[in-house]
């Protein structure tokens, strides 16, 4: 069928041109915009900014923590932490959302009690693991892993289960064995639906990670939140805020960047988008 006159194939048709950054850039515009006009009315007396204080207060407050080494030092607290949590979350989520995928006994063995389990709230686990693993580090990173374990196991799962049954029958058709029916069939499959769990854990870890450090830390974001609140410091509040949804972001970023070469053989319409 010929293309009518004055058309071109969608293959011919010119894209915008797309520039280096762009996508940063653009997604900055509205919290800066939102910041801005903040700034704008406390220094116009529209608001008083007494609890909840402009940028620049926060700014000068980041940047205070930052020149004294104290921001550094939570900093890290807090992103060792994540990263120990995120870790062992991680596998065990893997293993499980594995073992229960592909195996219908284990899922009827398992998953209830797994889906009762998810439904208590972060909080109400840390008593329990203060009085098994004391106040130090292992009960906060258990609290983590918790707190990543379950989106990654639901992930796993849940591509496992929604694998297209034709595929699996063309691997059988064709003989494969069953380690070559999951390394060519299942694997391709199930990855994109991992990678995004991952990415849900890892912000669930950083939720978990505030949570652990508001009860018993010496050091952490978590614990400068709590010390804002207490010497009443909305400013160090926000600076404190802030630091975790840049760290945050940054870890979010290298993860996607780690993992999408693993998804780079997929033709999605993102791509053209």
């Known amino acids: 069928m010929r293309p009518e006159a004055g ?3 969608a293959a011919a048709v010119p894209t915008a041109p797309r520039l280096p950054g762009g996508r940063v850039l653009a997604g900055l515009v509205l919290p800066l915009a939102l910041a801005l006009a903040w700034e704008a009315a406390v220094r116009a007396g529209l608001a008083q900014g007494r609890l909840v204080p402009p940028p620049s207060r926060v700014l000068a407050t980041l940047w205070g923590l930052a020149a004294s080494g104290e921001l550094w030092t939570h900093v890290l607290a807090s992103l060792t932490r994540v990263a120990a949590g995120f870790g062992f979350g991680a596998l065990a989520g893997i293993a499980v959302g594995a073992l229960t995928g592909t195996l219908p006994w284990m899922r009827r063995l398992l998953d209830p009690s797994l889906q009762a389990l ?3 709230p972060s909080i109400a686990w840390v008593p329990l693991f203060i009085l098994w693993f004391g106040i130090f580090e292992t009960s906060k990173i258990t609290l983590i892993a918790v707190g990543v374990f379950f989106p990654v196991y639901l992930g796993v799962a849940g591509a496992i289960a929604g694998v297209d049954r034709k595929l699996v029958e063309v691997g059988r058709v064709f003989r494969l064995s069953r380690a070559a029916l999951a390394r060519r069939i299942l694997l391709p499959a199930v990855l ?7 990415r849900t854990g890892l912000g669930l870890g950083f939720m978990f990670v505030a949570a652990a450090e508001l009860l018993g830390a010496s050091e952490g974001l978590g614990y400068l939140l709590l010390d804002g609140q207490q010497l009443g410091k ?3 509040i926000v600076a404190a805020i802030l630091a975790f949804a840049i760290l945050g972001k940054l870890c979010d970023a290298v993860l996607v960047g780690l993992t999408s070469p693993l998804a780079r053989w997929q033709d999605t319409a993102r791509e053209s988008l």
């Open 234 to 236: 909305p400013d160090q």
């Open 118 to 120: 998810r439904a208590i």
């Open 192 to 198: 994109p639906a991992t990678l995004v769990a991952l």
């Open 7 to 9: 058309t071109l194939p």
